[in-house]
């Protein structure tokens, strides 16, 4: 079997990483791939070795030649399926291509975020199946109207083993600056407003007067950069929020923390998670989006409803206060990645999908 991968994003954030990991599970299971990039994306360089790469100009919603682009390859190429990791037009223009070309074609859909039912009916008319990261995704669909014997749940999945480590949390705070005793939180997510870190600053207002000495560390990047840096020297917040940016040692450095904090408004499902789960890092995670397929409440973290900034501090207040409970949250989360969320399970999902839909194309 051969199978074209289409990823628009530049970065090697979770989805992306995602695409990787699906991409090395097919290719030990014999499955020839392709991946279809920007040119200078991050994922480029680590997929070469399990994938060939192509890298094209990938503009967005409005670049139509994006479709004779990928059209072309496939032509070329002749892959059995084209799967579409992402949106930024390589969902739709990936779908036309697809079509164009006469190939199966899967999309995964990462977000929660809602489509008008008359875009569902006409844009997913080009995909012969959908794959959606968690079960919230695939009920927003279902609620637009999409076909329930089109859509399919598999989870994302991490790979824990660079998480399971016996993490030095006194070292990991000298290294900053710290005493071995400072409270630390964490959030790892884009800089981007879904994102909810608003929220987070907010809530600090209720928090630090109860543990004067926490400190937030911020580790991401994006457009909201300047607006959070300002928003925190405008809150007083300077010396107890640190902005990180984006760090690629992040297995070594996560279960440092004591808790991750994860106000986001709509989330797909959240990589970040797993990964705090499999350090053993407990979560304060909204009740939106696929976040409580992740984060069990009372088990591995605790839920709150999105935007609710006196919940998100009496939660950050609760772990703070109780280590026990801390260490009782970071044991199961570690528990519940291994069992649920493993990447050979997210691999034979993706699989069983391709083979379904090209026996339906009479093509196996």
Same mark, same amino acid.
């Not at 012969?128 to 009920?139: A, C, L, M, P, W």
């Not at 006196?310 to 989360?333: H, K, Y």
């Given at each position: 079997m051969k199978v074209l991968h289409v990823e628009s994003g530049r970065h090697l954030y979770g989805g992306a990483k995602q695409v990787l990991y699906i991409m090395e599970g097919l290719a030990r299971r014999g499955v020839t791939n392709l991946l279809a990039c920007p040119p200078g994306a991050h994922i480029a360089a680590p997929a070469r070795a399990c994938a060939q790469v192509f890298e094209l100009p990938m503009k967005g919603d409005a670049d139509l030649g994006l479709a004779l682009r990928l059209k072309r390859l496939i032509e070329v190429e002749r892959p059995d399926l084209v799967h579409l990791h992402s949106r930024r037009g390589a969902d739709l223009w990936g779908g036309v291509a697809a079509r164009l070309a006469g &190939?199966?074609? $899967? =999309? !995964?859909?990462? $977000?929660d975020n809602p489509e008008a039912r008359w875009v569902v009916g006409l844009k997913y008319r080009l995909y012969d199946h959908v794959i959606t990261i968690s079960e919230g995704?695939? /009920? &927003?669909? =279902? %609620?637009?109207? #999409?076909a329930a014997d089109k859509v399919s749940c598999v989870r994302s999945a991490v790979d824990a083993a660079p998480y399971l480590r016996d993490y030095d949390k006194a070292g990991f705070r000298a290294s900053l600056g710290l005493p071995a005793g400072t409270p630390l939180a964490g959030m790892v997510a884009q800089l981007i407003p879904r994102k909810g870190h608003r929220y987070l600053l907010a809530a600090l207002q209720n928090v630090l007067p109860r543990h004067p000495a926490l400190q937030v560390l911020v580790f991401g990047r994006g457009p909201l950069e300047a607006e959070l840096r300002q928003a925190i020297a405008d809150q007083g917040l300077a010396g107890n929020v640190r902005l990180m940016g984006f760090v690629d040692n992040l297995p070594e450095i996560l279960g440092g923390l004591d808790l991750l904090v994860h106000p986001a408004d709509m989330e797909? =499902?959240? &990589? !970040?998670?797993? /990964?705090? !789960? @499999?350090?053993?890092?407990?979560?304060?995670?909204s009740r939106a989006g696929g976040m409580p397929e992740a984060v069990r409440d009372g088990v591995n973290g605790l839920l709150i409803a999105p935007g609710d900034v006196t919940a998100l501090a009496a939660a950050m207040n609760r772990l703070l206060d109780d280590a026990a409970l801390r260490t009782r949250m970071?044991? @199961?989360?570690? *528990? #519940? $990645?291994?069992?649920?969320? %493993?990447?050979? @399970?997210?691999?034979?999902?993706? #699989? *069983?999908?391709?083979?379904?839909?090209? /026996?339906?194309?009479?093509?196996?």
């Amino acid at each position: 079997m051969k199978v074209l991968h289409v990823e628009s994003g530049r970065h090697l954030y979770g989805g992306a990483k995602q695409v990787l990991y699906i991409m090395e599970g097919l290719a030990r299971r014999g499955v020839t791939n392709l991946l279809a990039c920007p040119p200078g994306a991050h994922i480029a360089a680590p997929a070469r070795a399990c994938a060939q790469v192509f890298e094209l100009p990938m503009k967005g919603d409005a670049d139509l030649g994006l479709a004779l682009r990928l059209k072309r390859l496939i032509e070329v190429e002749r892959p059995d399926l084209v799967h579409l990791h992402s949106r930024r037009g390589a969902d739709l223009w990936g779908g036309v291509a697809a079509r164009l070309a006469g &190939v199966p074609c $899967v =999309l !995964s859909r990462r $977000v929660d975020n809602p489509e008008a039912r008359w875009v569902v009916g006409l844009k997913y008319r080009l995909y012969d199946h959908v794959i959606t990261i968690s079960e919230g995704i695939r /009920q &927003v669909l =279902l %609620s637009e109207g #999409l076909a329930a014997d089109k859509v399919s749940c598999v989870r994302s999945a991490v790979d824990a083993a660079p998480y399971l480590r016996d993490y030095d949390k006194a070292g990991f705070r000298a290294s900053l600056g710290l005493p071995a005793g400072t409270p630390l939180a964490g959030m790892v997510a884009q800089l981007i407003p879904r994102k909810g870190h608003r929220y987070l600053l907010a809530a600090l207002q209720n928090v630090l007067p109860r543990h004067p000495a926490l400190q937030v560390l911020v580790f991401g990047r994006g457009p909201l950069e300047a607006e959070l840096r300002q928003a925190i020297a405008d809150q007083g917040l300077a010396g107890n929020v640190r902005l990180m940016g984006f760090v690629d040692n992040l297995p070594e450095i996560l279960g440092g923390l004591d808790l991750l904090v994860h106000p986001a408004d709509m989330e797909g =499902l959240g &990589v !970040s998670l797993l /990964q705090a !789960s @499999a350090a053993r890092v407990p979560i304060i995670a909204s009740r939106a989006g696929g976040m409580p397929e992740a984060v069990r409440d009372g088990v591995n973290g605790l839920l709150i409803a999105p935007g609710d900034v006196t919940a998100l501090a009496a939660a950050m207040n609760r772990l703070l206060d109780d280590a026990a409970l801390r260490t009782r949250m970071g044991e @199961a989360g570690r *528990a #519940l $990645v291994l069992d649920e969320f %493993s990447v050979e @399970a997210m691999c034979e999902g993706n #699989l *069983a999908i391709y083979r379904k839909v090209l /026996q339906g194309r009479g093509k196996t």
